[in-house]
C-alpha cells in the first residue's frame, strides 16, 4: 500500500539558510499535517492543511512556512534557519480530518541539522 | 487546549509477560480520537490502536489493547506476550479533525530477554 512520502530523507543546512521539505500523502487523503521532533522530545504540531487551505495553526515559528498544492502534496518552508530548528519533522496525512476509519499516517521523517 | 500526560518514563518488562503503559489526558472536546504510537529506533512513528471517543467497547488489535475510562480521563495500553521487537518509545495521543495530534512525552519500553 502507498505510504506517506517525504523527501529528502536526510538535510544538512547552516545558520540562517533556507531549506524547504516536501510531503506526498497517501493518495486521495485530502489533509496534510507537519509536526517537529527534537530530540528526545514528543512530536509538536505545527500546522495542518485540509482541502489546500490551512486549516489549523500549532507552535509554528513565523520563519517557517508552508502550503498544499494542487496534487495535494505540501511543502514546509523553512528560513534564517537556527542550531534550534535541528528536529525530524514528520509529516502525516489523513481523510477527512482524520475522522476515517483508519485515521492518520506518518512518513519516516525528515532529519533536519542545523550547523 | 488538550494535555496528555504519560506518567512512565521507562517501563521494562520480560519477554513473554504482559505491561501496561498508562495515559491520562484532557480535552474540552466531546468528540475526540485517542492514539498509541510506537516509535522504534529508527524513528518511524507507527500506529499501534485507536480508540473514538464515542466508543464505549476498548479498542484491540493482536496482542495490543487498551482500558479506555473516559470519565476518569484514562488510556492504558496493554501488550500481552511481549516481544523483543516491541521495545520502542510508546507515546499516547489525543485529536480530532485538522487540529493536529497532541502527544505525550512517551514511554520508553525496555523489553528483557
Known amino acids: 500500500a502507498a505510504g506517506v512520502i517525504q523527501s529528502p530523507r536526510h538535510l544538512i543546512k547552516e545558520k540562517r539558510e533556507t531549506a524547504t521539505l516536501k510531503c506526498y500523502p497517501i493518495p486521495r487523503h485530502d489533509t496534510v499535517y507537519w509536526y517537529q521532533q527534537g530530540p528526545g522530545q514528543d512530536p509538536q504540531f505545527l500546522i495542518s492543511?485540509?482541502?489546500?487551505?490551512?486549516?489549523d495553526k500549532g507552535s509554528i515559528p513565523d520563519r517557517f512556512s508552508a502550503q498544499q498544492f494542487s496534487d495535494y502534496h505540501s511543502e514546509l518552508n523553512m528560513s534564517s534557519l537556527e542550531l534550534g530548528d535541528s528536529a525530524l519533522y514528520f509529516c502525516?496525512?489523513?481523510?477527512?480530518?482524520?475522522?476515517?476509519?483508519?485515521?492518520?499516517?506518518f512518513g519516516s521523517g525528515t532529519r533536519l541539522t542545523v550547523v | 487546549a488538550q494535555t496528555v500526560t504519560q506518567s512512565q518514563p521507562e517501563m521494562s518488562v520480560q519477554e513473554a509477560e504482559t505491561v501496561t503503559l498508562s495515559c491520562t489526558y484532557d480535552?474540552?472536546?466531546?468528540?475526540?480520537?485517542l492514539f498509541w504510537y510506537k516509535q522504534p529506533p529508527s524513528r518511524q512513528m507507527i500506529l499501534v490502536i485507536r480508540?473514538?471517543?464515542?466508543?464505549?467497547q476498548n479498542a484491540t488489535e493482536n496482542r495490543f489493547s487498551v482500558n479506555f475510562q473516559k470519565a476518569a480521563k484514562s488510556f492504558s495500553l496493554k501488550i500481552s506476550d511481549s516481544q523483543l521487537g516491541d521495545a520502542a518509545m510508546y507515546f499516547c495521543?489525543?485529536?480530532?479533525?485538522?487540529?493536529?495530534?497532541?502527544f505525550g512525552k512517551g514511554t520508553h519500553l525496555i523489553i528483557q530477554p
Open positions: 492543511f485540509y482541502e489546500k487551505m490551512q486549516s
Open positions: 480535552t474540552s472536546e466531546s468528540d475526540y480520537y
Open positions: 495521543a489525543i485529536g480530532g479533525g485538522a487540529d493536529g495530534l497532541t
Open positions: 480508540q473514538e471517543a464515542y466508543k464505549q
Open positions: 502525516a496525512s489523513s481523510l477527512e480530518r482524520g475522522r476515517a476509519n483508519y485515521g492518520y499516517t
